[in-house]
């Protein structure tokens, strides 16, 4: 483990990674990532130009067919060893990760956790890749059916969760057999370019995995996702950037899975355990500061139970300490950048004003960082902003209903589809309700749905296609069917 902080991001390679070797940005630029606790410069990366990005597709395609002959279990044998060690170095990740990022250092042990996973369960995947043998119903012909790897894939990564973001997108392209260009977030470059090294400790050969940090996002994504020699495009991110690569991937019609923003609701029926319900909701909202697709966005309670709850939910929050993530004792860390901040103000803002009544927080944080108050808010009208808009803050608007159509109507009057949560101790309503939300992914009784091996994703605009899971690998993956007459 590295000694201090400094020598922590020292060690941490700030070049550009293709083709098996780190190198400087053609020119020489770099860009700085900067500490959201302090506002401060942590240190600079390289800056890749539009020539750099082409390199690194370059590199993917030239190592892609070898990689697909790779046998599965060498390549799973990889993420394994990539598991082991990052788990070794789980303190050194989990640091960074605060450091560029914010939260806390218990969530980003989390989310270390969390990502690792991924290459674990992508281990064990790579060697079940199956295909289909079988006779024509005439009796004709025999009918095989094979998988093959994607090909060469670009992936496009947020900086709310620096490693998980990518572990769950590069497991399954290794275990697949596909190669790749990686583009993390330009505020949270550090964690995906000490992964990128630990993979090449690891022995994954030159040009698989290449990655390349820029300020320069649209300009050199562009190009890469119109070459027709790209084969897939994933994004997590916003909604907004996933529309304009979804009409940019159309021109080659280029395989696409986007994992898009959330708008989630939280819904607490009359007949559910309330402390549990709380419980539930401070991880919902607070992990991650808020700063989740699949953080509770609306809260919707049953009128007979609502003061209540709000109360508890309230006093929790309110119950918090806020501070840099690396502090002891700290359990709310800063928001990614003083735009974040302004944005979470702006919709709390709004909410007042529409006839909303804050019952703790409610404002920003004064001094330096991107600090804002854990907040609840009751009475929050639908045609407040923050109910239809992701808050991405700690910010937890409270509504009631009286019956549960209304409850799922509500819920599902937004065009997201990401997560959900719902508190009830009715077996039947569970099963009606479930089927009724229009969400990929449905928390019974629980704050947290994310699983390595359950298929993470959406539905309407939250994208679509699925990580993790049996169901994560198929993204990587070609079906190919050969008829053979005997
Ligand atoms: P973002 O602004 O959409 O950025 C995401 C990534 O896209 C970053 O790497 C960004 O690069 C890149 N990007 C920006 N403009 C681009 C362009 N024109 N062409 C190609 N790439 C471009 O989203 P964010 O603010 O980082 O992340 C928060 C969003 O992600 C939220 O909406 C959240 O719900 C969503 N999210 C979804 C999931 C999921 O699984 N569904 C998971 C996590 C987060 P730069 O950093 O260089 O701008």
């Known amino acids: 483990m590295a000694t201090t902080q400094k020598s922590l991001i020292d060690s941490v390679p700030k070049g550009l990674f293709i083709g098996g070797v780190w190198r400087d940005a053609t020119g020489g630029a770099t860009l700085a990532v900067e500490d959201p606790s302090s506002g401060s410069t942590l240190t600079h990366v390289a800056d890749a130009t539009v020539a750099d990005g082409k390199a690194a597709l370059d590199a993917a395609v030239g190592a892609q067919a070898e ?4 046998p599965p279990r060498d390549r799973g044998e990889i993420l394994r060893a990539a598991f082991e060690l990052i788990t070794e170095r789980a303190e050194d990740f989990a640091t960074l990760m605060t450091l560029e990022m914010g939260k806390t250092l218990a969530e980003s042990r989390g989310e270390v956790t969390y990502g690792a996973e991924f290459f674990r369960w992508f281990s064990e995947e790579a060697v079940r890749i199956h295909g289909r043998w079988s006779t024509a119903p005439n009796g004709a012909t025999r009918l095989l059916t094979m998988k093959k790897p994607v090909g060469p894939t670009l992936m496009i990564t947020p900086w709310n969760f620096p490693l998980a973001m990518g572990t769950r997108k590069i497991g399954p392209a290794i275990a697949a057999g596909c190669t790749m260009v990686v583009k993390p977030a330009s505020q949270t470059p550090l964690t995906m370019l000490a992964l990128a090294e630990l993979l090449r400790e690891c022995g994954l050969p030159a040009g698989v995995l290449n990655v390349i940090t820029t300020r320069h996002t649209g ?4 190009p890469l996702i119109r070459d027709p020699r790209l084969r897939k495009l994933t994004f997590t ?9 979804v009409e940019q991937s159309a021109e080659q019609l280029l395989r696409v899975s986007m994992e898009l923003g959330g708008n989630a609701p939280f819904i607490v029926f ?6 549990r319900a709380v419980d539930g909701a401070m991880l919902a909202k607070m992990r991650n500061i808020g700063e989740a697709c699949t953080a509770a966005n609306r809260f919707f309670v049953h009128e007979s139970v609502a003061e209540e709850f709000a109360q508890k939910f309230a006093a929790r929050m309110s119950g918090l300490t806020i501070g840099k993530g690396t502090r002891k004792g700290v359990d709310v860390g800063p928001l990614i950048d003083a735009k974040a901040r302004d944005g979470v103000t702006e919709l709390v803002e709004d909410a007042k004003a529409k006839g909303g009544t804050v019952v703790t927080g409610g404002g920003q944080v004064k001094g330096r960082g991107y600090f804002f108050e854990p907040t609840v808010i009751t009475g929050v009208p639908m045609n407040a902003r923050m109910m239809s808009e992701e808050i991405f803050g700690p910010v937890a608007p409270i509504t009631t209903f009286g019956t549960e159509a209304e409850a799922i109507a ?14 009830t101790n009715d077996l039947s309503r569970v099963i009606r309700v479930s089927e009724a939300l229009e969400y990929g992914m449905i928390g019974i009784n629980q704050g947290i749905i994310s699983n390595p091996a359950a298929p993470f994703g959406g539905v309407k605009a939250s994208g679509f296609g699925r990580e993790g899971g049996f169901e994560g690998i198929d993204e990587y993956l070609e079906t190919t069917y050969v008829g053979i007459a005997p």
Not at 67 to 70: E, H, N, Q
Not at 219 to 222: A, R
Not at 237 to 245: A, D, Q
């Open 270 to 275: 009359e007949d559910a355990d309330l402390d």
């Open 410 to 423: 509500k819920a599902n009057s937004t065009e997201f589809g990401l997560a959900s949560y719902v508190f």
């Open 67 to 70: 990689w697909a002959a790779t």
């Open 237 to 245: 991110g916003s909604t907004g950037i996933g529309r304009k690569l």
């Open 219 to 222: 300009d050199v994504m562009e």
